[in-house]
């Protein structure tokens, strides 16, 4: 059955891809955002045109509930957010207010409008910083950043719309996602592959030694897609967050050298920090037991593939290139 599915956040990177997937099974998408950004990444997968965009703040909730209305919206995926961590550390009132308010403001019109199902988009960063791994859900979330702090409030406030008001919605909190289409030009793997497409030096933030683990963007949007359908069939979902990930670290110099193996080129980086980057945290992945026990999902794109996937669509693009080197 085709849905009518709103996505805040759609012209960003796992956002198109979401939207995309959406499209592909033959839903109608109404993308939420601000402003049309500089560089779009619905623009980017081509498909822009097939999505009704509403150009509207977050934390309007008039605007947000006018939308509903208007696309009679049964399922929303709150993806919108302030998701750099530098960022979050410079303006931390500015991050609260997008990603904090801006989900309580999501989270009151769904229960308005009825909405069938909602997920929102946590990350493992809410968690903070622990000992013992792999994250499981049922751990605290000690966040010790603004970025953290963020995502951690915001996933809190979701989760209790469903015991408070028995809102269906449920949170995800996924590990690092990465892939094609990625045009935040400071995240390790696009920062990594142009530099190998274009043989210079990749710049690295860290020494090389922090360990994430890394989720493909297709899988990350088949999760989110699992999610939602499970919040359909199985209470057992409402309320609840989920980790998706691959299960295990790998450090930033392994992802460099998988990106120099699948893409031909010799790359050695210049590296610009010592040990973790201030705000972030040493080591940490997830444990996605939970969500496959309940959907059946796992990740279907080990990480060699799926940088030799990204290395291969970033060549298939060539207009996409960062305006300048982060740093």
């Not at 809102?167 to 892939?179: D, E, M, Q, S």
């Not at 922090?210 to 209470?235: G, K």
């Not at 031909?264 to 940490?284: F, H, L, Y």
Request: proline residues 5%; charged residues 25%.
């Amino acid at each position: 059955m085709s849905r009518s599915v709103l996505v805040t956040g759609a012209h960003g990177f796992v956002g198109s891809w979401l939207t995309r997937a959406l499209l592909e099974r033959g839903d109608r998408v109404v993308a939420l955002d601000r402003a049309e950004p500089h560089r779009s990444g619905l623009a980017v997968q081509g498909i822009d045109a097939e999505v009704a965009v509403v150009q509207a703040d977050l934390r309007d909730a008039d605007a947000f509930g006018e939308a509903l209305a208007d696309h009679r919206v049964d399922t929303v995926f709150h993806l919108g957010a302030q998701t750099l961590v530098g960022a979050a550390r410079a303006s931390p009132a500015e991050t609260f207010e997008t990603n904090v308010r801006g989900t309580w403001t999501v989270l009151e019109a769904c229960r308005t409008a009825e909405v069938e199902r909602i997920v929102v988009a946590s990350s493992d960063k809410a968690y903070g910083a622990h000992s013992e791994l792999p994250y499981r859900e049922d751990f605290p979330l000690r966040a010790n950043s603004p970025y953290e702090a963020s995502k951690a409030a915001a996933d809190i406030i979701a989760r209790s719309y469903w015991a408070s008001y028995g809102l269906p919605v449920a949170v995800t909190r996924f590990a690092n996602i990465y892939g094609g289409g990625d045009l935040n030009f400071s995240r390790l793997v696009p920062e990594a592959v142009i530099a190998a497409i274009d043989a210079r030096p990749p710049v690295l933030r860290s020494d090389g030694s922090p360990e994430r683990d890394f989720l493909y963007v297709e899988d990350a949007t088949r999760a989110y897609l699992a999610i939602a359908e499970a919040l359909d069939r199985d209470r057992a979902a409402r309320g609840e967050a989920f980790n998706a990930g691959a299960g295990r670290p790998h450090s930033v110099i392994e992802v460099l050298r998988l990106v120099a193996a699948v893409s031909g080129a010799e790359i050695e980086p210049e590296v610009r920090g010592d040990g973790t980057p201030t705000g972030e945290i040493d080591r940490q992945y997830v444990d996605p037991t939970k969500l496959r026990e309940l959907t059946g999902w796992e990740p279907r794109v080990d990480l060699r593939d799926g940088l030799g996937r990204t290395v291969e669509w970033y060549r298939g693009h060539p207009e996409i290139r960062p305006d300048a080197v982060a740093d």
